[in-house]
Protein backbone atom coordinates (compact mmCIF):
# COMPACT_ATOMS: atom_id res chain seq x y z
CA UNK A 1 0.00 0.00 0.00
CA UNK A 2 2.84 2.19 0.66
CA UNK A 3 4.44 1.79 -2.94
CA UNK A 4 1.07 2.71 -4.57
CA UNK A 5 0.82 5.76 -2.40
CA UNK A 6 4.20 6.84 -3.80
CA UNK A 7 3.69 6.20 -6.93
CA UNK A 8 0.36 8.58 -6.99
CA UNK A 9 2.24 11.45 -5.39
CA UNK A 10 4.91 11.14 -7.79
CA UNK A 11 2.57 11.24 -10.53
CA UNK A 12 0.30 14.30 -9.19
CA UNK A 13 4.28 16.16 -8.46
CA UNK A 14 4.66 16.05 -12.44
CA UNK A 15 1.63 16.80 -13.92
CA UNK A 16 1.52 20.31 -11.49
CA UNK A 17 5.04 20.91 -13.03
CA UNK A 18 3.50 20.06 -16.62
CA UNK A 19 0.80 22.81 -16.13
CA UNK A 20 3.23 25.27 -14.56
CA UNK A 21 5.16 25.28 -17.65
CA UNK A 22 2.40 25.49 -19.90
CA UNK A 23 1.00 28.64 -18.55
CA UNK A 24 4.26 30.75 -18.03
CA UNK A 25 4.59 29.76 -22.03
CA UNK A 26 1.31 31.30 -22.50
CA UNK A 27 2.03 34.31 -20.33
CA UNK A 28 5.32 35.11 -22.84
CA UNK A 29 3.90 34.70 -25.83
CA UNK A 30 1.11 36.78 -26.45
CA UNK A 31 -1.08 36.70 -29.80
CA UNK A 32 0.75 38.38 -32.58
CA UNK A 33 -1.19 41.67 -33.42
CA UNK A 34 -0.92 43.82 -36.83
CA UNK A 35 0.68 46.48 -36.56
CA UNK A 36 1.57 47.35 -40.63
CA UNK A 37 0.34 46.31 -43.85
CA UNK A 38 3.66 46.04 -45.48
CA UNK A 39 3.61 45.49 -49.30
CA UNK A 40 0.20 45.24 -49.64
CA UNK A 41 -0.02 49.03 -50.56
CA UNK A 42 -0.92 50.09 -54.14
CA UNK A 43 -0.42 53.75 -55.29
CA UNK A 44 -2.14 54.96 -58.93
CA UNK A 45 -1.93 58.55 -60.16
CA UNK A 46 -3.01 60.86 -62.64
CA UNK A 47 -1.20 63.61 -64.46
CA UNK A 48 -1.22 67.34 -64.12
CA UNK A 49 -2.24 69.20 -67.35
CA UNK A 50 -2.29 73.15 -66.94
CA UNK A 51 -4.48 73.33 -70.10
CA UNK A 52 -3.81 76.14 -72.89
CA UNK A 53 -2.88 79.72 -72.26
CA UNK A 54 -1.19 82.42 -73.94
CA UNK A 55 1.32 85.05 -72.30
CA UNK A 56 2.02 88.39 -73.63
CA UNK A 57 4.70 89.66 -71.84
CA UNK A 58 5.94 89.61 -68.41
CA UNK A 59 6.51 86.91 -65.66
CA UNK A 60 2.60 85.52 -64.94
CA UNK A 61 1.13 82.62 -62.85
CA UNK A 62 -1.33 80.51 -63.54
CA UNK A 63 -2.71 78.57 -60.19
CA UNK A 64 -4.96 75.42 -60.56
CA UNK A 65 -6.88 74.25 -57.65
CA UNK A 66 -7.65 70.51 -56.78
CA UNK A 67 -11.08 71.02 -58.53
CA UNK A 68 -9.29 71.64 -61.73
CA UNK A 69 -10.38 75.53 -61.76
CA UNK A 70 -7.52 78.04 -63.24
CA UNK A 71 -6.65 81.44 -61.90
CA UNK A 72 -4.32 83.62 -63.61
CA UNK A 73 -2.11 87.12 -63.54
CA UNK A 74 -3.21 90.16 -65.62
CA UNK A 75 -1.01 88.84 -68.45
CA UNK A 76 -2.24 85.41 -69.01
CA UNK A 77 -4.77 84.72 -71.72
CA UNK A 78 -6.81 81.70 -70.05
CA UNK A 79 -7.93 79.74 -72.89
CA UNK A 80 -11.22 76.94 -72.34
CA UNK A 81 -9.42 73.71 -72.38
CA UNK A 82 -9.92 70.68 -70.71
CA UNK A 83 -7.78 70.48 -67.47
CA UNK A 84 -6.31 67.48 -65.21
CA UNK A 85 -5.64 67.61 -61.51
CA UNK A 86 -2.86 65.52 -60.13
CA UNK A 87 -4.14 62.78 -57.46
CA UNK A 88 -3.51 59.49 -55.75
CA UNK A 89 -5.37 56.98 -54.67
CA UNK A 90 -3.89 54.39 -52.18
CA UNK A 91 -5.36 51.45 -51.88
CA UNK A 92 -4.66 47.57 -50.34
CA UNK A 93 -6.22 44.76 -51.83
CA UNK A 94 -5.72 43.03 -48.54
CA UNK A 95 -7.10 44.78 -45.99
CA UNK A 96 -9.16 48.06 -46.00
CA UNK A 97 -8.61 49.35 -42.69
CA UNK A 98 -4.65 48.96 -43.36
CA UNK A 99 -4.78 52.63 -43.69
CA UNK A 100 -5.57 52.82 -39.84
CA UNK A 101 -1.91 51.96 -39.01
CA UNK A 102 -0.68 55.30 -40.37
CA UNK A 103 1.76 56.05 -43.20
CA UNK A 104 3.43 59.17 -44.65
CA UNK A 105 3.02 60.58 -48.11
CA UNK A 106 6.46 62.15 -49.69
CA UNK A 107 8.12 62.41 -53.23
CA UNK A 108 9.91 60.01 -54.41
CA UNK A 109 11.29 62.39 -57.42
CA UNK A 110 9.73 65.95 -57.23
CA UNK A 111 8.05 67.81 -59.77
CA UNK A 112 10.59 69.70 -62.34
CA UNK A 113 10.33 72.57 -64.43
CA UNK A 114 8.07 72.22 -67.86
CA UNK A 115 10.33 72.34 -71.24
CA UNK A 116 9.31 72.85 -74.41
CA UNK A 117 10.53 75.23 -77.59
CA UNK A 118 10.82 78.27 -75.52
CA UNK A 119 11.73 79.39 -72.15
CA UNK A 120 11.07 76.98 -68.97
CA UNK A 121 7.80 77.17 -66.93
CA UNK A 122 8.47 76.33 -63.37
CA UNK A 123 6.33 74.33 -61.21
CA UNK A 124 5.53 75.48 -57.27
CA UNK A 125 3.32 75.39 -54.73
CA UNK A 126 2.18 71.64 -55.03
CA UNK A 127 0.18 70.78 -52.19
CA UNK A 128 -1.62 67.98 -51.39
CA UNK A 129 -5.16 68.53 -50.00
CA UNK A 130 -5.80 66.18 -46.78
CA UNK A 131 -7.95 66.24 -44.98
CA UNK A 132 -10.42 67.78 -47.20
CA UNK A 133 -10.40 71.55 -47.17
CA UNK A 134 -6.40 71.60 -45.85
CA UNK A 135 -3.33 72.39 -48.03
CA UNK A 136 -0.38 70.77 -47.23
CA UNK A 137 3.16 70.61 -48.60
CA UNK A 138 4.88 66.59 -48.53
CA UNK A 139 5.50 64.93 -46.48
CA UNK A 140 2.42 64.21 -44.96
CA UNK A 141 0.94 61.62 -42.61
CA UNK A 142 -2.35 60.24 -42.75
CA UNK A 143 -4.49 57.36 -41.54
CA UNK A 144 -7.70 57.07 -43.07
CA UNK A 145 -10.37 54.99 -41.61
CA UNK A 146 -10.80 52.86 -44.96
CA UNK A 147 -9.59 52.47 -48.28
CA UNK A 148 -9.75 53.37 -50.88
CA UNK A 149 -8.60 56.94 -50.60
CA UNK A 150 -7.94 60.03 -53.22
CA UNK A 151 -5.69 62.40 -52.41
CA UNK A 152 -6.16 65.54 -54.82
CA UNK A 153 -3.13 68.37 -55.66
CA UNK A 154 -3.08 71.95 -55.90
CA UNK A 155 -0.05 73.37 -57.65
CA UNK A 156 0.93 77.24 -59.67
CA UNK A 157 2.93 77.32 -62.69
CA UNK A 158 5.26 80.45 -63.95
CA UNK A 159 5.06 81.89 -67.43
CA UNK A 160 8.18 84.27 -68.81
CA UNK A 161 8.20 86.88 -71.32
CA UNK A 162 6.62 86.03 -74.19
CA UNK A 163 5.71 82.61 -74.14
CA UNK A 164 6.68 80.50 -77.22
CA UNK A 165 3.68 78.25 -78.67
CA UNK A 166 4.20 74.76 -78.04
CA UNK A 167 3.37 71.91 -75.59
CA UNK A 168 5.87 71.73 -72.43
CA UNK A 169 6.05 69.06 -70.35
CA UNK A 170 7.91 68.26 -67.00
CA UNK A 171 10.16 65.33 -66.23
CA UNK A 172 8.26 62.57 -64.84
CA UNK A 173 7.74 62.79 -61.06
CA UNK A 174 6.30 60.27 -58.26
CA UNK A 175 5.51 59.39 -54.58
CA UNK A 176 6.59 56.99 -52.02
CA UNK A 177 3.99 55.79 -49.37
CA UNK A 178 5.92 54.87 -45.95
CA UNK A 179 4.65 52.43 -43.48
CA UNK A 180 6.42 50.70 -40.80
CA UNK A 181 9.95 51.16 -42.93
CA UNK A 182 7.96 49.28 -46.22
CA UNK A 183 7.93 51.68 -49.16
CA UNK A 184 5.73 51.75 -51.70
CA UNK A 185 5.91 53.95 -54.84
CA UNK A 186 3.68 55.15 -57.38
CA UNK A 187 4.02 55.42 -61.17
CA UNK A 188 5.70 58.26 -62.85
CA UNK A 189 3.90 60.87 -63.86
CA UNK A 190 3.83 64.45 -65.68
CA UNK A 191 2.87 68.24 -65.63
CA UNK A 192 2.28 69.86 -68.75
CA UNK A 193 1.17 73.20 -70.11
CA UNK A 194 -0.03 74.48 -74.07
CA UNK A 195 1.14 77.98 -74.62
CA UNK A 196 -0.79 78.97 -78.07
CA UNK A 197 0.23 81.94 -79.66
CA UNK A 198 -1.19 85.51 -78.19
CA UNK A 199 -4.00 87.26 -79.43
CA UNK A 200 -3.18 90.94 -81.24
CA UNK A 201 -5.76 92.80 -82.78
CA UNK A 202 -5.19 96.40 -84.67
CA UNK A 203 -7.38 98.78 -86.87
CA UNK A 204 -6.64 99.04 -90.45
CA UNK A 205 -9.65 100.75 -91.71
CA UNK A 206 -11.01 103.49 -88.96
CA UNK A 207 -14.90 104.05 -88.41
CA UNK A 208 -16.76 106.65 -90.36
CA UNK A 209 -20.34 107.69 -89.97
CA UNK A 210 -20.07 110.32 -92.81
CA UNK A 211 -22.01 113.42 -93.04
CA UNK A 212 -25.11 113.46 -91.05
CA UNK A 213 -27.64 116.00 -89.56
CA UNK A 214 -30.53 116.41 -86.68
CA UNK A 215 -33.61 117.96 -85.76
CA UNK A 216 -35.58 119.07 -82.71
CA UNK A 217 -35.77 115.44 -81.64
CA UNK A 218 -33.36 113.48 -81.21
CA UNK A 219 -32.50 110.90 -83.78
CA UNK A 220 -29.90 107.66 -84.42
CA UNK A 221 -27.65 106.57 -87.27
CA UNK A 222 -26.86 103.11 -87.64
CA UNK A 223 -23.92 102.46 -89.78
CA UNK A 224 -23.76 98.58 -91.00
CA UNK A 225 -21.03 96.20 -91.66
CA UNK A 226 -20.66 96.89 -95.40
CA UNK A 227 -20.85 101.43 -94.12
CA UNK A 228 -24.52 101.41 -95.22
CA UNK A 229 -26.67 103.87 -93.14
CA UNK A 230 -30.04 104.13 -91.06
CA UNK A 231 -31.57 106.21 -89.86
CA UNK A 232 -34.12 106.70 -87.10
CA UNK A 233 -35.57 109.64 -85.43
CA UNK A 234 -34.54 112.93 -86.12
CA UNK A 235 -31.26 111.68 -87.24
CA UNK A 236 -30.46 112.27 -91.21
CA UNK A 237 -27.83 110.87 -93.12
CA UNK A 238 -26.63 113.01 -95.74
CA UNK A 239 -25.26 111.84 -99.53
CA UNK A 240 -22.21 113.69 -98.60
CA UNK A 241 -19.32 111.56 -98.06
CA UNK A 242 -21.34 107.92 -97.20
CA UNK A 243 -19.91 106.31 -93.82
CA UNK A 244 -17.55 103.63 -94.00
CA UNK A 245 -17.51 100.50 -91.50
CA UNK A 246 -14.39 100.11 -89.31
CA UNK A 247 -11.75 97.01 -90.52
CA UNK A 248 -10.05 95.38 -87.46
CA UNK A 249 -7.74 92.25 -88.09
CA UNK A 250 -6.50 89.64 -85.63
CA UNK A 251 -3.91 87.01 -85.22
CA UNK A 252 -3.58 84.40 -83.51
CA UNK A 253 -3.17 80.57 -82.87
CA UNK A 254 -4.94 79.14 -86.09
CA UNK A 255 -8.23 76.79 -85.66
CA UNK A 256 -8.91 78.57 -81.68
CA UNK A 257 -11.98 80.18 -81.08
CA UNK A 258 -12.31 83.57 -79.79
CA UNK A 259 -14.94 85.89 -78.70
CA UNK A 260 -15.04 90.10 -78.68
CA UNK A 261 -16.54 92.50 -76.50
CA UNK A 262 -17.02 96.52 -77.16
CA UNK A 263 -17.49 99.48 -75.29
CA UNK A 264 -19.04 102.47 -76.42
CA UNK A 265 -17.21 105.91 -77.45
CA UNK A 266 -17.68 109.39 -77.65
CA UNK A 267 -17.23 111.62 -80.50
CA UNK A 268 -16.99 115.30 -79.97
CA UNK A 269 -16.28 118.51 -81.90
CA UNK A 270 -13.90 120.12 -78.84
CA UNK A 271 -16.16 123.27 -78.90
CA UNK A 272 -19.58 124.43 -78.09
CA UNK A 273 -21.53 120.95 -79.87
CA UNK A 274 -23.02 118.55 -77.21
CA UNK A 275 -21.13 114.78 -77.41
CA UNK A 276 -22.67 111.90 -79.23
CA UNK A 277 -22.22 108.24 -78.01
CA UNK A 278 -21.48 105.38 -80.21
CA UNK A 279 -22.65 101.96 -79.16
CA UNK A 280 -24.60 98.79 -80.06
CA UNK A 281 -21.80 97.40 -82.19
CA UNK A 282 -22.00 94.75 -84.83
CA UNK A 283 -19.28 92.94 -87.01
CA UNK A 284 -18.48 90.46 -89.26
CA UNK A 285 -15.86 88.25 -87.24
CA UNK A 286 -16.12 84.39 -87.25
CA UNK A 287 -15.54 83.26 -84.00
CA UNK A 288 -12.58 81.04 -84.74
CA UNK A 289 -9.49 81.54 -86.66
CA UNK A 290 -8.46 80.32 -89.63
CA UNK A 291 -5.86 78.10 -90.10
CA UNK A 292 -3.32 80.86 -91.07
CA UNK A 293 -4.23 82.37 -87.66
CA UNK A 294 -5.43 85.87 -89.49
CA UNK A 295 -8.49 87.33 -90.07
CA UNK A 296 -9.62 90.56 -90.45
CA UNK A 297 -13.42 91.86 -90.24
CA UNK A 298 -15.26 94.72 -90.41
CA UNK A 299 -17.57 96.61 -87.62
CA UNK A 300 -20.72 98.83 -87.62
CA UNK A 301 -22.26 101.00 -84.81
CA UNK A 302 -25.02 103.09 -83.85
CA UNK A 303 -24.63 107.02 -83.31
CA UNK A 304 -26.75 108.34 -81.13
CA UNK A 305 -27.06 111.99 -82.22
CA UNK A 306 -29.01 115.28 -79.64
CA UNK A 307 -31.74 117.37 -80.47
CA UNK A 308 -30.76 120.14 -82.39
CA UNK A 309 -27.00 118.49 -82.85
CA UNK A 310 -25.16 122.02 -83.45
CA UNK A 311 -22.94 122.07 -86.75
CA UNK A 312 -18.94 120.67 -86.05
CA UNK A 313 -16.80 117.91 -87.05
CA UNK A 314 -17.04 115.13 -84.32
CA UNK A 315 -14.14 112.82 -83.88
CA UNK A 316 -13.05 110.69 -80.95
CA UNK A 317 -10.11 112.65 -81.21
CA UNK A 318 -11.14 116.25 -80.28
CA UNK A 319 -11.94 115.85 -76.85
CA UNK A 320 -13.86 112.34 -77.42
CA UNK A 321 -13.46 109.10 -76.18
CA UNK A 322 -12.39 105.99 -78.00
CA UNK A 323 -14.70 102.87 -78.28
CA UNK A 324 -12.71 99.73 -77.30
CA UNK A 325 -12.61 96.59 -79.30
CA UNK A 326 -11.36 93.40 -77.02
CA UNK A 327 -10.98 90.06 -78.50
CA UNK A 328 -10.24 87.13 -75.90
CA UNK A 329 -9.67 83.24 -76.97
CA UNK A 330 -12.79 81.02 -75.45
Known sequence: ???????????LTVVTVGLSLFLEAANAAPPVTENNCKSRWTLSTTNFDFGSFSNLSGTNTISMNTSGARTASAGIDLVT???????????????????TFGLTLDWNVPPSDLTGLGTNITISNVRAEYPSGTFNTLPI????????????????????????????????????????????????????????????????????????AGGPAAGTIVLDTSGGRTTGGDGQAMAVGPGTAATFQIVGQGGQAYSISYSPG???????????TVDTFTDTSSGSLPAGG?????????????????????????????????????
Open 81 to 99: STTVVYQVTLSNSLSPSCG
Open 141 to 212: TISPATLPITIPFEATITSTGLQVADTYFSGPFSLVSTQSGFNETSLDATATATAIVPLAISETVPMDFGTV
Open 1 to 11: MNLVKKKSLTY
Open 266 to 276: VLDDGGSGTAM
Open 294 to 330: TENFNIGATLHINPNQAAGTYSTATGGTPYTVTVNYN
